[in-house]
């Protein structure tokens, strides 16, 4: 893998990451509000999860296993 690509990958990872946090504070903040449905919560969920999703096939690319 080319250091520019890696580079790439690098920084999709971090923001990635940044509104996975992000989302699960909005989560817990709208669980504590109690003003929300749980649609909407389910929503930041889903996406939350979608988030997870991407940031592993990233870390897998970045980092393969290496069966020993």
């Given at each position: 893998?080319?250091?520019?690509?890696?580079?790439?990958?690098?920084?999709?990872?971090?923001?990635?990451?940044?509104?996975?946090?992000?989302?699960?504070?909005?989560?817990?903040?709208?669980?504590?509000?109690?003003?929300?449905?749980?649609?909407?919560?389910?929503?930041?969920?889903?996406?939350?999860l979608?988030?997870?999703?991407?940031?592993?096939?990233?870390?897998?690319?970045?980092?393969?296993?290496?069966i020993?």
């Amino acid at each position: 893998m080319e250091t520019r690509d890696e580079d790439e990958l690098r920084t999709a990872l971090a923001e990635l990451e940044t509104q996975h946090r992000d989302l699960d504070d909005a989560i817990i903040a709208m669980g504590q509000a109690g003003s929300f449905t749980q649609i909407q919560i389910q929503r930041l969920k889903k996406r939350k999860l979608a988030l997870r999703d991407e940031i592993s096939k990233i870390r897998a690319t970045l980092i393969p296993d290496i069966i020993a």
